[in-house]
T-cell receptor
Framework: AQTVTQSQPEMSVQEAETVTLSCTYD???????LFWYKQPPSRQMILVIR??????QNATENRFSVNFQKAAKSFSLKISDSQLGDTAMYFC????????????FGAGTQVVVTP | SQTIHQWPATLVQPVGSPLSLECTVE??????LYWYRQAAGRGLQLLFY??????ISSEVPQNLSASRPQDRQFILSSKKLLLSDSGFYLC????????????FGAGTRLSVL
């Protein structure tokens, strides 16, 4: 069974600064997908970024980028130029390619952006 | 464009009462559908998923059941609610077949008293 671990329950960052969230996972699969979702106070789950395991290039999406280390089974998220609207719970999630889209989520990291 | 609707947004129910939460998707055909539960301060746990009408797979044993009476409708039910059923329930969809991106509804906050 796959597990996803987010070791940082909460992180605080000032506006315009950079914060990095860590995520590690455990799997014996070679092909899979990794995701970061954010859940703002509204509780709506929003996709932030996706990474395909067979791609060596790290995914980027505007101010969000990942550092994917397949051998280390690590998938960190970097938020650059943090904005107040980035305040949310961030979840790392894992999916194998043959699982019919079943996501395995980590426990989440609460990010608080301060003025 | 595709949209997902989930209702009600909030529900307070007494222990032992029945439950019906509904989720519908618009703008796509034959989606994969999912029900998740999120306990307070925790991540999401997959409860059920469906790859087609009448096809339901359960991920964890529990007091809940799911049904998919129509292609884009997914219902979460219980005959008798327990206190432990309280939580935040999220419905999600993805493109049918082997896909990866899931899109979530706004969720239902269920309080069982």
């Amino acid at each position: 069974a796959q597990t996803v671990t987010q070791s940082q329950p909460e992180m605080s960052v000032q506006e315009a600064e950079t914060v990095t969230l860590s995520c590690t996972y455990d799997t014996s699969e070679n092909n899979y997908y990794l995701f970061w979702y954010k859940q703002p106070p509204s509780r709506q789950m929003i996709l932030v970024i996706r990474q395909e395991a067979y791609k060596q290039q790290n995914a980027t999406e505007n101010r969000f980028s990942v550092n994917f280390q397949k051998a280390a089974k690590s998938f960190s998220l970097k938020i650059s130029d943090s904005q107040l609207g980035d305040t949310a719970m961030y979840f790392c999630a894992f999916m194998t390619t043959d699982s019919w889209g079943k996501l395995q989520f980590g426990a989440g990291t609460q990010v608080v952006v301060t003025p | 464009s595709q949209t997902i609707h989930q209702w009600p947004a909030t529900l307070v129910q007494p222990v032992g009462s029945p439950l019906s939460l509904e989720c519908t998707v618009e703008g796509t055909s034959n989606p994969n559908l999912y029900w998740y539960r999120q306990a307070a301060g925790r991540g999401l746990q997959l409860l059920f998923y469906s790859v087609g009408i009448g096809q339901i797979s359960s991920e964890v044993p529990q007091n809940l059941s799911a049904s998919r009476p129509q292609d884009r409708q997914f219902i979460l039910s219980s005959k008798k609610l327990l206190l432990s059923d309280s939580g935040f329930y999220l419905c999600a969809w993805s493109v049918g077949g082997v896909s990866n991106i899931q899109y979530f509804g706004a969720g239902t906050r269920l309080s069982v008293l």
